[in-house]
């Protein structure tokens, strides 16, 4: 049985969608004003490997993500780089989406944007204040955090405490405007040039808090499974988003709340931000490093545990991802000389580590555990292909395992295309290297190994002959 380990009760607890069979999932998604740094993605990643595990363990998961497309920030970086809000966020949003293809992180059901929302963003609004929620102040409208009976709940904190980091996130104007310290701007009203829209208090733009209690609910309904985003949302951001929703809807807003952990830098191990100015972009480092090894170093974390980023950890997951391809490769090429049928022993096995993976991940994705059942599945399979004699049918159940196993972290094992092998030419080179062996000429032997490894080719001498791979 699956537990999550839920922010909200401080606790795992036995995960049961609303609707058996079917499980709705939000999760906060980036403001669009600049490329998504590999926090951002540690996140998109975090939560992209749930949803595939949900789905390996049979559940249709409707999966939303949102683009905050107006905000402060955006309109501060607009204005930076001479362009429009609107022009801004289709560049990062088009940005964003071929990093996270890069990353194999697979499209949200939906990804709606905050600008695509706003007559609904307005009618929420405008239930809060005939509930008696919200208050209008010189165009803008404010939350009267205090009313929410559960607020501070998520966080666990005091109301005294919530007021001193409200405190942070707010300008000195709009502690004046507002009733209470601790209450929140639900709509703003425009400045001067600023993008805004009609609105019954006049021209403004949403809140940010508002928009993801207002999409989350449209197409996901009042009440929702699964929840997630990093750390530092946890507070004003979500625990507003509950005080909003129940606000509204008189329901309960999420059933299972999940934050991902932080990635740190540095040997100070420093949570990697924008406003602290140490981030590395994703758009940045795929230039240099491999997709699939980032994605391979982020998925086999546990969600909420930091992520220490480091060239030695790219390092460490670059050399686990290419031991699971060689297997791979293995399994490959014992197909050649294999028997037909299948190995009666071998079925037991693959599916014993399948029960070992699933055990693993049903507490709390705990992907570390999990990526430790392959590694012993990895061994098995090479100790399987070196065998002298290897069942056709058996060599394809486990690579077809560790296929799909790998799958749920959503790392690519197919290699790269962009550097095509010449087989041909190579496997004339290993004939001349196999007929300098048998003349004893050692020299020429070597000599050809090493302008193949030059090349970035592999030999590996094996009983079943001399195989070649990628470096």
């Known amino acids: 049985m699956l537990k999550i380990y839920n922010t909200l009760t401080r606790q795992e607890e036995e995960f049961h969608p609303l609707t058996p069979g079917k499980v709705t999932m939000y999760v906060c998604g980036p403001t669009v004003y600049n490329y998504i740094h590999i926090g951002n993605a540690r996140s998109a990643i975090a939560f992209d490997t749930v949803r595939r595990y949900l789905e390996y363990l049979g559940y249709d998961v409707r999966y939303v993500s949102n683009f905050t497309d107006v905000d402060?920030?955006?309109?501060?970086?607009?204005?930076?780089?001479?362009?429009?809000?609107?022009?801004?966020?289709?560049?990062?949003?088009?940005?964003?989406?071929?990093?996270?293809?890069?990353?194999?992180?697979?499209?949200?059901?939906?990804?709606?944007?905050?600008?695509?929302?706003?007559?609904?963003?307005?009618?929420?609004?405008?239930?809060?204040?005939?509930?008696?929620?919200?208050?209008?102040?010189?165009?803008?409208?404010?939350?009267?955090?205090?009313?929410?009976?559960?607020?501070?709940?998520?966080?666990?904190?005091?109301?005294?405490?919530?007021?001193?980091?409200?405190?942070?996130?707010?300008?000195?104007?709009?502690?004046?405007?507002?009733?209470?310290?601790?209450?929140?701007?639900?709509?703003?009203?425009?400045?001067?040039?600023?993008?805004?829209?009609?609105?019954?208090?006049?021209?403004?733009?949403?809140?940010?808090?508002?928009?993801?209690?207002?999409?989350?609910?449209?197409?996901?309904?009042?009440?929702?499974?699964?929840?997630?985003?990093?750390q530092d949302l946890e507070f004003p951001h979500h625990e507003n988003e509950i005080a909003q929703s129940e606000a509204a809807t008189g329901q309960k807003f999420v059933r299972y709340w999940m934050h991902n952990g932080f990635v740190t830098v540095g040997k100070d191990n420093e949570k990697m931000s924008k406003s602290l100015h140490n981030f590395i972009t994703v758009h940045e480092i795929i230039q240099h490093v491999d997709p699939q090894v980032l994605r391979f170093c982020m998925s086999t974390t546990q969600y909420r545990r930091p992520i220490q980023y480091s060239d030695e950890t790219l390092a460490d997951a670059t050399n686990n991802l290419r031991h699971i391809k060689t297997a791979l490769q293995n399994l490959a090429y014992r197909q050649s000389d294999a028997v037909e049928g299948t190995n009666d022993?071998?079925?037991?096995?693959?599916?014993?580590?399948?029960?070992?993976?699933?055990?693993?991940?049903?507490?709390?994705?705990?992907?570390?555990?999990?990526?430790?059942?392959?590694?012993?599945?990895?061994?098995?399979?090479?100790?399987?292909?070196?065998?002298?004699?290897?069942?056709?049918?058996?060599?394809?159940?486990?690579?077809?395992?560790?296929?799909?196993?790998?799958?749920?972290?959503?790392?690519?094992?197919?290699?790269?295309?962009?550097?095509?092998?010449?087989?041909?030419?190579?496997?004339?080179?290993?004939?001349?290297?196999?007929?300098?062996?048998?003349?004893?000429?050692?020299?020429?032997?070597?000599?050809i190994r090493d302008e193949l490894k030059k090349q970035g080719i592999i030999l590996e001498d094996t009983p079943q002959g001399t195989r070649y791979r990628k470096a």
């Not at 990093?99 to 944007?113: F, G, S």
């Not at 790392?411 to 001349?432: G, Q």
């Open 72 to 230: 402060d920030k955006m309109i501060r970086e607009a204005h930076e780089e001479g362009t429009t809000v609107p022009a801004l966020a289709d560049k990062y949003i088009k940005a964003f989406m071929e990093d996270t293809k890069a990353l194999n992180i697979e499209p949200a059901t939906m990804h709606p944007r905050a600008t695509q929302n706003i007559p609904q963003i307005i009618e929420f609004v405008q239930t809060l204040i005939s509930k008696g929620y919200a208050y209008v102040v010189d165009g803008d409208v404010y939350y009267r955090a205090r009313k929410f009976q559960h607020y501070g709940q998520l966080s666990g904190q005091s109301l005294d405490d919530l007021e001193t980091g409200a405190s942070e996130h707010v300008s000195a104007d709009e502690v004046q405007k507002k009733a209470d310290p601790l209450d929140f701007a639900l709509w703003k009203a425009a400045k001067p040039g600023e993008i805004s829209w009609d609105s019954p208090w006049g021209k403004g733009r949403p809140g940010w808090h508002i928009e993801c209690s207002v999409m989350s609910t449209r197409y996901l309904g009042k009440t929702i499974d699964i929840h997630g985003g990093g």
């Open 345 to 447: 022993e071998v079925a037991a096995k693959v599916k014993d580590f399948d029960q070992q993976f699933r055990e693993a991940m049903d507490d709390d994705f705990n992907v570390q555990n999990g990526i430790a059942v392959v590694y012993e599945l990895v061994k098995y399979a090479n100790v399987y292909a070196q065998g002298k004699t290897v069942a056709r049918g058996s060599l394809s159940a486990l690579s077809k395992q560790i296929r799909q196993l790998m799958s749920i972290f959503g790392v690519d094992l197919t290699e790269n295309a962009a550097t095509p092998i010449d087989d041909e030419r190579i496997k004339k080179m290993i004939d001349e290297r196999n007929q300098a062996r048998a003349a004893r000429n050692f020299k020429r032997s070597d000599e």
